[in-house]
């Protein structure tokens, strides 16, 4: 004796409700808030690095004041066309977590930078001093400025 196939039921079959070329809704960040999800964090991070600088004992050998500079390089090099990206590429994503995340990827990407500082000493291990806080500020400010976000809705393209 056979078992006869299973048949699939009507119900259980679903149409496709959008297709791939239907437009999709959009999170735009303008410019303001770009400002503040990206300068704003780094500027304060240049800020608490300059602040640590005037920290008897904490700068004695000189190690965080080259840091400045090369943090504001990596905010030119990395971190804005990094925050570009991201919005880019998520901007299709409604979600506002995937966007804080992205943000704090490419903060993180600030730390690597001091090895442009020379890889002798304590410079290596500076890479979590910058990287880390970067990353979280960045991640903040994303979703500080998420209120200045928008979703665009792609127009209907019915006809009645």
């Known amino acids: 004796m056979t078992t006869p196939a ?3 039921s009507a119900g259980r079959r679903r149409g496709r409700t959008t297709s791939s070329d239907s437009p999709r809704p959009r999170l735009r960040l303008g410019a303001v808030g770009w400002t503040v999800s990206w300068l704003v964090p780094t500027a304060l991070m240049g800020a608490i690095l300059l602040g640590m600088s005037f920290v008897p004992g904490l700068d004695g050998e000189g190690y965080l004041t080259p840091l400045i500079p090369l943090l504001a390089a990596a905010a030119v ?10 919005s880019w590429l998520l901007r299709h994503h409604l979600n506002p977590v995937a966007h804080v995340l992205g943000y704090v990827l490419v903060g993180l990407l600030y730390g690597p ?6 890889a002798g000493g304590l410079v290596p291990m500076l890479i979590p001093i910058v990287g880390f806080p970067a990353g ?8 500080i400025a998420q209120p200045l976000a928008s979703v665009d809705q792609p127009a209907d393209q019915t006809t009645e």
């Open 136 to 143: 979280v500020l960045l991640g903040i400010g994303r979703w």
């Open 6 to 8: 299973p048949e699939k």
């Open 113 to 118: 930078v001091v090895l442009f500082a020379g």
């Open 77 to 86: 090099v990395v971190g804005i066309p990094g925050t570009l990206l991201v």
